[in-house]
């Protein structure tokens, strides 16, 4: 009686951590990919989000206004290049 016991005991584990593996786990798993991508897309709205934008569609975007850009004259240098053989 003692062994049928334990392998009735050992298939329920076996049954159960297969069924676990093969439906529940990968369903837990989803589940938080999408937690924690949307949770990024929040925290990270510069970067774009594939799901948002459909393919094909074209989108501009304006780069603002230019006079916010302060570029002084004299950033870099000019510099002669000589061409040596």
Known sequence: MGLIKFLFIVLAFYLFF?????????????????RFQKNFYERNPHVRNPEQEKEGKVTIKDPGN?????????????IDYEDVN
Not at 18 to 34: A, D, E, G, K, Y
């Open 66 to 78: 230019k006079e916010e850009v302060n570029i002084p004259k004299d950033f870099g240098e000019y």
């Open 18 to 34: 297969r069924v676990f593996t093969s439906v529940i786990l990968p369903f837990i798993v989803r589940r938080s990919v999408c």
